[in-house]
């Protein structure tokens, strides 16, 4: 089926585009199990998920939501324009007229997210020539010279800053003598947050060490930079996330991480080589 150029730029924007609210409301549509209009259990068929897939996915509380997660986080054809041309499939129109104009608005932010910095009118200097926002953005940055590269991007909230500190001694001032970046420390002020972060993912770290906590999951910001790294590297084939918990939680462990090795710092009989564990895994190519 032919689609205008509108639909078709959907199909290259990925679905972490979607936010908590259209996720949410997609759910209220789609989770209600119904004898006329296709619900959940026909968009996962259409989405490439296995019959026992779908069995286990009905012990959820929220089967919508689990499997617009693991979609995206196992296809790399998981995008905002796919999800549209499912819901066309199974002539759910009704979702598509409530939700369409939410679904332009959250791609329309995501863009802006993702996008590049403006361009700036150029300063009229005939001695210093101007650098990119990217040339300079952490603090051990040369403009004249390559990026400051990282072997790891460490996603965390403010509250488990504490542990972040105690990974900084373990894993740069020991034998390990990695290098992390943790933005606090190592980015600089005044930049465009949601730009700098992509760009440090995307290619100035190999590998992205994911905090996991109760706080965790009430951060924008790691929603973000998790759901980014996850997009550029759909089904970990190369390992790239590793997911940490060291402390307890009430609340349950989001999903989209779920099929990731967990590196798991709350057992008591497994802390000795919890380090090491995790300096071989940030060490790998």
């Known amino acids: 089926m032919a689609c205008s150029d509108a639909e078709c730029d959907l199909e290259t924007v990925p679905l972490i585009a979607l936010n908590v609210t259209v996720r949410k409301k997609l759910a209220l549509y789609l989770n209600p199990r119904n004898t006329v209009a296709a619900d959940w259990m026909a968009v996962a068929e259409e989405m490439g998920f296995t019959y026992l897939e779908i069995v286990n996915y009905k ?12 979609w ?11 999800l549209l041309s499912i819901l066309m499939k199974l002539e759910r129109n009704d979702v598509l007229e409530d939700l369409r104009p939410q679904i332009d608005e959250n791609v329309r932010r995501y863009r802006e997210k993702a996008a590049e910095p403006p361009v700036q009118v150029p300063v009229v200097d005939s001695c210093v020539q101007p650098t ?5 953005i952490t603090l ?3 403009p004249e010279g390559a990026p400051e590269l990282f072997d790891a991007f460490i996603c965390y909230c403010q509250s488990d800053f504490n542990f972040v500190y105690e990974m900084i001694h373990q894993l740069e001032q020991t034998e ?3 290098k992390l970046c943790v933005f606090d420390r190592d980015v600089l002020p005044g930049s465009c947050v949601w730009t700098i972060t992509s760009e440090l993912i995307e290619k100035r770290c190999r590998k992205m060490v994911v905090v996991i906590s109760d706080e965790y ?3 924008d910001a790691c929603d973000f930079q998790t759901k980014f790294a996850l997009s550029l590297n759909p089904g970990a084939q190369q390992r790239r996330l590793i997911p940490v918990v060291y402390k ?3 609340r349950t462990f989001p999903s989209i991480l779920r099929y990731l090795t967990l ?8 802390q000795t080589w919890f380090w090491v564990r995790l300096a071989k895994a940030l060490s790998l190519p």
């Open 217 to 219: 999951l009430d951060s």
């Open 263 to 270: 590196c798991d710092y709350t057992r008591p009989c497994t």
């Open 248 to 250: 307890s939680m009430k």
């Open 176 to 178: 390990h003598r990695l």
């Open 59 to 70: 012990t959820t509380k929220n089967p919508t939501d689990a499997i617009l997660d693991n």
């Open 140 to 142: 051990r940055d040369n």
């Open 132 to 136: 990119s926002e990217k040339s300079g």
């Open 72 to 82: 995206q986080a196992r296809n790399k054809d998981a995008t905002v324009g796919k």
